[in-house]
């Protein structure tokens, strides 16, 4: 079994900044993927960004040049760096993780973090 722990949401003015992060715990599991999801009130969930085990990074359209998603191998941690915050950045995010444990592919998530843009 693996916890997403997720923290840094918040409430900021348009234009500001916020650092979401997200923890991976438990044992025997290796990580293929973390990413980010958000989902706005009335909307379906969106992946917002994605970061694979090599490295590579993919944004959805609407935050590329203003969010920047990372990695810390080592501590299985994921972060969203969330710059030139926008109203339209209100939802709750929700960290996802594509683990593999011994020959099982498995896909969990977090409970969410809100994060909310002032105008």
């Known amino acids: 079994q693996v916890q997403l722990v997720e923290s840094g949401g918040g409430l900021v003015q348009a234009g500001g900044s916020l650092r979401l992060s997200c923890a991976a715990s438990?044992?025997?599991?290796?990580?293929?993927?973390m990413g980010w999801y958000r989902q706005a009130p009335g909307k379906q969930r969106e992946l917002v960004a994605l970061?694979?085990?090599?490295?590579?990074?993919n944004y959805a359209d609407s935050v590329k040049g203003r969010f920047t998603i990372s990695r810390d191998n080592a501590k299985n941690t994921v972060y969203l760096q969330m710059n030139s915050l926008k109203p339209e950045d209100t939802a709750v995010y929700y960290c996802?993780?594509?683990?593999?444990?011994?020959?099982?592919?498995?896909?969990?998530w977090g409970q969410g973090t809100q994060v909310t843009v002032s105008s």
């Open positions: 996802n993780a594509l683990v593999l444990i011994t020959i099982s592919r498995m896909n969990y």
């Open positions: 438990g044992s025997g599991f290796s990580i293929n993927a």
């Open positions: 970061i694979i085990s090599g490295g590579n990074t």
